[in-house]
């Protein structure tokens, strides 16, 4: 089929923020007089969500304290940490503009708070590629459940099958594979334990501009 549309991951895809989302996890541990972890540590816990984030961190410190208790804390944290020092991967403003030209829509879908989505994307001056945005707030569900791409394919007016899914995790794949949107993963960012040559995906890129040579 021909793509008609492309849908992003934000974090690990587009953008490198685990830097600044790791110091929102270590504030927020401050707070509790815990000890700081490594942002190589976070960066293996991004991308099913803030609530999973923080579970995973609070279960890595051994502590007996509820979700509740501590996520007002971390997402003020979050939003102060949001700006910080996030940077975009090599070739995402070229490749971007190249689809761009193409008249091809775009879209985000990432798990990242939907409050917390425009701000980042207009300080990195990607904010006008973007026709719609569904964080991990937007709708009951969020990935790996398919009910968000399926749901911004809607808002594009394309078919699933249509739009082309770029991610970079377990969590994209699942959802894009479940959904029915072909997938395209990128090797440079918060893979985790995801077996890249294995995974069920057009193709699997080193550099984000390589994904022009596999629109359809």
């Known amino acids: 089929m ?9 974090d690990g895809t587009l953008v490198d923020s685990a830097g600044d989302i790791a110091e929102a996890v270590n504030r927020t541990l401050d707070d509790l007089s815990l000890p700081r972890v490594s942002e190589a540590t976070v960066r293996s816990w991004i991308g099913e969500g803030v609530r999973k984030l923080v579970t995973t961190a609070l279960r890595d410190a051994g502590v007996d304290r509820t979700l509740d208790e501590v996520m007002p804390s971390f997402m003020r944290h979050y939003h102060e940490c ?31 708070p939907s409050a917390l989505v425009p701000p980042l994307l207009e300080h990195l001056a990607i904010d006008r590629f973007f026709a719609h945005i569904i964080g991990g707030d937007s709708l009951p569900q969020r990935k790996p ?18 739009c082309l899914m770029v991610g970079d995790s377990a969590t994209d794949l699942h959802a894009a594979n479940t959904a029915g949107m072909p997938i395209v993963l990128v090797r440079y960012g918060y893979t985790r334990d995801l077996d890249l040559d294995a995974a069920d995906a057009v193709a699997v890129i080193d550099t984000l501009p390589e994904l022009l040579g596999h629109i359809a």
């Open 2 to 10: 021909v793509t008609s549309a492309v849908v992003f991951d934000l």
């Open 82 to 112: 949001l700006l910080r020092s996030p940077q975009l991967y090599d070739g995402v403003l070229e490749t971007l503009e190249a689809l761009q030209a193409q008249r091809l829509p775009m879209a985000i879908c990432t798990n990242k």
């Open 145 to 162: 459940a398919p009910e968000p791409l399926q749901h911004v394919a809607a808002l594009l007016g394309q078919p699933v099958q249509g």
